[in-house]
């Protein structure tokens, strides 16, 4: 009966809980495709990234507060070899429970180009992909003025 209970007590939060998976090239496709209607939000970050938590949050945020427009992606651009670390991290950060995914290719370079060919690899960078199929991406902190161009046409 206490495994019972405890299963029921843990299902909700594991329910919700963004398994990191791995990516390699043949995935960049499907995470760049374009989304059904609003916009997907791909927040690449990295373990040694000082502004990657802050924006991470920030983005959550954006996310809960539009959440039939925009779909968050986290993507660490460290290899999935360190998937304890990222977890941790992303649990710290309290964005557990989306999507995830980590390097999961022998060249990190080729990834990072194949996701957006104008990027050198900084962290924190987000990338926006559109229903529209426009795009746009943010390098750096996340300042207020970028965080209000993110949100969906019509709540800026």
Not at 53 to 70: G, K, S, V, W
Not at 124 to 140: E, H, K, T, W, Y
């Amino acid at each position: 009966m206490k495994r019972w209970l405890a299963i029921l007590l843990l299902a909700p939060a594991l329910a919700t809980a963004g398994p990191l998976k791995p990516l390699a090239a043949a995935d960049v496709p499907a995470l760049l495709a374009l989304p059904a209607h609003g916009e997907r939000l791909i927040a690449l970050w990295a373990l040694d990234c000082a502004y990657c938590e802050p924006n991470l949050q920030a983005l959550a945020r954006l996310q809960q507060a539009h959440p039939q427009a925009i779909e968050l992606i986290t993507v660490a651009t460290d290899d999935m070899a360190h998937r304890d670390a990222i977890e941790k991290r992303l649990q710290a950060a309290g964005v557990s429970a989306w999507p995830a995914r980590a390097y999961a290719d022998a060249s990190p370079e080729r990834l990072n180009y194949l996701i957006d060919p104008d990027w050198g690899g900084e962290t924190p960078r987000v990338l926006v992909i559109r229903a529209d199929g426009s795009r746009q991406g943010f390098s750096g902190e996340l300042t207020p003025k970028q965080l209000q161009a993110l949100a969906p046409p019509g709540t800026r």
